[in-house]
């Protein structure tokens, strides 16, 4: 029994922790569109990859090793780009006229690079992970080797 309050207490804690770190990078990538009154659309286009990366990590608890770092990943490539394109238009003049290119960048293709990134940063992490893991898997079974019966 103690151990289920345990791991309940973990659980809930992970979500707290995962929560926390959701609401700051959703404040830091919408801030842009709602300081510059955008379309809805753009607001959830810019939310999509870090909801994207909430939804890998809160689905890969308590999966295998390889899944849940691929997970994290992935999440953090998402998150991490998207909150550095945020803070790029914070801290540069970036109009949103229609002549800036870079309106562009930060509020169309941003999402797709952060999506595309993070995509290509998870698949190597899981094969990095699953070789590790096999190898691992491997090296034990090669001690016994070889077998003078």
Do not use: C
């Not at 909150?83 to 970036?94: C, M, N």
């Not at 290119?101 to 990095?128: D, N, R």
């Amino acid at each position: 029994m103690e151990r289920n309050a345990t791991y309940r207490f973990r659980n809930y804690q992970t979500s707290v922790y995962l929560a926390i770190v959701y609401v700051a990078v959703i404040a830091t990538v919408l801030y842009p569109a709602l300081h510059e009154e955008l379309d809805v659309r753009v607001l959830l286009w810019n939310s999509i990859p870090p909801t994207l990366g909430l939804l890998a990590i809160a689905t890969a608890l308590g999966k295998p090793k390889p899944r849940l770092v691929a997970s994290v990943i992935f999440a953090l490539f998402t998150g991490g780009v998207a909150t550095f394109f945020s803070v790029a238009w914070f801290f540069t003049p970036l109009d949103l006229d229609s002549h800036s290119g870079s309106t562009k960048l930060v509020f169309v293709f941003a999402p797709m690079f952060s999506l595309s990134l993070a995509t290509i940063a998870a698949g190597t992490a899981w094969f990095v992970a699953r070789m590790s893991k096999r190898a691992a898997t491997i090296s034990e079974k090669e001690k016994d080797w070889p077998r003078t019966s």
